[in-house]
């Protein structure tokens, strides 16, 4: 096997990645004139349609990821072909169209229809496409698909897609119940993980009304009967999905359950098992959580670069989210800062947060007198990161008398790390401290991300007051940035937030969004004016040519493409699929071969779910100037896969995110761009503020055997 070269871009594909200026014609190759024709959305949606037949496939899918109403009339004309490969195409077109937003409720029935005839294949698309299309009468369909004489593909996929509808709030039908419960029984780990999904993202079952109290009592729901015992499984996976459910459905054993929890070996589980503790919300859960929390610090191997600081984070977010007065805070708080005078680089970052909480519980505990300061300067740059985790404290009533002028003095940061931070905590501490004044200003800052804080903080603040309230200077703000803003995601929190205080002088502004060339904002747009005026203007194509995206695919289509990317915990080597997201992969290689990546942070890590950077800004507001069309399809985000973050169809660009583990309500609605091949472990041990140091784009050495 030949060792991987660097990939240096030739004259050639450097020039092949700049904006095309002929046709769209793709040329000899009919997968780049497709991916033309798909990219300029309802542009091309005629011709797509016209190419949607049995022999093309991949225009059917393109079809799914347009979803306007010429498309959704084709798909709804396939879903009567003869040939069941182009029904169960079309299927699984209109569950991605409804991943991305378009209207396709109406189709479920029609899909069901083909239920009784169809083949295995067909019913695992009809199941599948239940995820986006299933109302309330979908559970008790999809209990005929868990019956174990069905295929065990479709039996897991029914199980799963259970699950998703349990996350939507739609009720579990009873035999679906006893399906899945049965299902969790059987010994094949893939089935066992589907069922234990199925029921840990399930309502709970009501009990029996005619069963007498004390019965009631003492009996245990079937369904959190399986949770119970799969927390003892082999899988990984599978104890933390039961951890997950035992938590919502809170039978009698769920506290013994996560209380074991927190010893498992993985990591994940035991993060499962310190938000169930967390969710729980019991004197007893709370105790064992900050016992086993006292303990972890204490262990020497923590945050040295060899041992998972996740849980620990994890659990400290949730005791300082919590209201209880904790033993011994200001003893662990003063053991913390003497490790942190000592840590390794690695291990600061972390250890600066864990000494900011405890010193936070010490406080409020009376065991600790002075005024919270995570850090000393407001604009120190080593700080920064301290800076914004103090003003999620703040935000959570911590810091006394003085948190009001400290908030303030954090709005002033030269970062907008700090000061997005500084405005989500004034958004909750609005009514206390009467912070309404940095709100507004928020609105007019220059950084996307504290503008679109801002505005979430006045939705958040105003939701649901009849009558709305005035506020004249948040409203001109509003108003003055709104309109001539047209990010996806910005623009959605700013009409999110006329929509609730703008009234008559925030309806021109929505309405004038209504036909923008992004679907994000038009469907933003239509929220608002749907919600000021009491009256739905519809669904609205684009005021022009949607433009095709700036780098052309055609360098990297057919190339085995490796992105490694150097980080501060490791080299992380990512298998790139151009054929499966060619627009995204143009972008990656292209921003990674003009050192765009270089230095970025990772701003998010949700333990056990993602970690997610690629944003030059640091905050999950920002891009790369531009926005690229989502390419969803079939492959799961499973653990170990990548995918491009975004805030609404189309709105996707540099940001990225690798799976902790499995998240099958992801499949099918984001664009995953590659897999892991090699540096999982890296990836997994990234937390908030590590650096890429290094990207770049190699050709991907063959596989064993190839």
Not at 101 to 115: I, P
Not at 138 to 151: F, I, K, T, V
Not at 179 to 194: N, S, T, W
């Amino acid at each position: 096997m030949l060792a991987p070269r660097s990939f240096l871009l030739s004259i050639a594909l450097v020039a092949g990645c700049a904006r095309p200026s002929g046709p769209p014609d793709g040329g000899d190759d009919p997968g780049l004139a497709l991916a033309r024709l798909e990219a300029r959305r309802e542009g091309g949606s005629a011709e797509l349609a016209r190419l949607a037949t049995e022999a093309n496939p991949a225009a059917i899918e393109g079809l799914g990821r347009i979803g306007d109403a010429v498309a959704l009339t084709r798909l709804d004309a396939l879903l009567a072909s003869p040939d069941a490969a182009t029904r169960a195409a079309a299927m699984r077109a209109l569950d991605v169209a409804g991943a991305l937003g378009s209207e396709v409720a109406r189709f479920e029935d029609a899909v069901w229809q083909r239920w009784p005839a169809a083949g295995a294949d067909e019913r695992l698309a009809i199941v599948l496409a239940m995820r986006r299309l299933g109302s309330g009468a979908a559970s008790a369909r999809l209990a005929a698909a868990l019956r174990p004489e069905e295929a065990p593909a479709v039996r897991e996929a029914a199980a799963i897609v259970l699950g998703i509808l349990g996350r939507r709030g739609l009720p579990l039908d009873e035999a679906a119940r006893a399906g899945l419960v049965a299902m969790a029984g059987e010994g094949d780990p893939r089935r066992v993980y589907a069922a234990v999904y199925g029921l840990a993202h399930a309502p709970a079952a009501k009990p029996d009304a005619e069963v007498a109290a004390p019965v009631r009592e003492a009996a245990i729901d079937p369904g959190a009967a399986a949770l119970v015992r799969a927390a003892a499984a082999a899988e990984p996976e599978v104890r933390a999905l039961a951890l997950k459910g035992l938590a919502r459905h809170r039978p009698p054993q769920a506290l013994a359950a996560l209380r074991a929890g927190l010893g498992d070996a993985d990591p994940w589980v035991r993060v499962a098992a310190v938000r169930g503790l967390g969710e729980l919300a019991e004197p007893a859960a709370t105790a064992a959580l900050w016992d086993w929390l006292r303990a972890e610090l204490e262990q020497k191997d923590m945050f040295d670069g060899t041992g998972s600081g996740h849980p620990v984070l994890e659990a400290m977010s949730i005791v300082t989210a919590g209201k209880d007065v904790l033993p011994g805070a200001a003893e662990a708080h003063a053991r913390a800062e003497a490790r942190l005078a000592a840590a390794r680089p690695e291990a600061r970052r972390v250890q600066a947060r864990l000494a900011c909480g405890l010193a936070a519980l010490a406080a409020r505990a009376g065991e600790w007198r002075p005024p919270l300061r995570c850090a000393e300067a407001v604009g120190a740059a080593a700080d920064l990161e301290r800076l914004a985790f103090e003003a999620g404290l703040l935000g959570q009533g911590f810091g006394g008398p003085a948190r009001a002028a400290r908030l303030t003095a954090l709005a002033a940061s030269d970062d907008p790390r700090v000061r997005a931070a500084t405005l989500a905590a004034a958004g909750r501490q609005w009514d206390a401290l009467e912070l309404g004044g940095l709100i507004a200003a928020g609105l007019r800052d220059s950084s996307p991300a504290v503008v679109g804080t801002a505005a979430e903080a006045v939705q958040g603040r105003f939701a649901g007051d009849a009558p709305r309230p005035e506020a004249p200077a948040i409203v001109d703000a509003l108003v003055e940035r709104a309109a001539g803003e047209r990010d996806g995601e910005l623009f959605a929190g700013l009409a999110g937030a006329l929509a609730e205080v703008g009234g008559a002088r925030g309806l021109p502004v929505c309405r004038a969004a209504l036909t923008d060339v992004n679907a994000s904002v038009r469907a933003a747009a239509r929220a608002c004016v749907k919600a000021i005026a009491g009256e739905d203007p519809g669904v609205n194509g684009p005021g022009r040519e949607v433009p095709l995206p700036l780098h052309d695919p055609s360098p990297v289509l057919g190339r085995e493409l490796l992105w490694r990317l150097h980080t501060e915990r490791g080299r992380v080597d990512v298998a790139l699929a151009p054929a499966a997201a060619p627009w995204h992969v143009a972008a990656i290689v292209a921003l990674t071969q003009r050192g765009f990546y270089d230095g970025l942070t990772f701003h998010r890590v949700v333990p056990g779910y993602v970690v997610q950077g690629g944003d030059p800004g640091g905050t999950g507001w920002g891009g790369p100037g531009f926005t690229l069309p989502s390419e969803p399809g079939a492959a799961p985000f499973a653990r170990g896969a990548v995918g491009i973050a975004d805030a609404g169809k189309d709105t996707g660009g540099s940001q990225f995110f690798i799976m902790h583990a499995r998240a099958p309500h992801l499949d099918g609605r984001y664009t995953h761009v590659g897999e892991v091949r090699d540096g999982l472990p890296a990836a997994l041990a990234l937390v908030v503020g590590d650096r890429i140091l290094k990207a770049e784009v190699v050709i991907a050495p063959a596989s064993p055997g190839r």
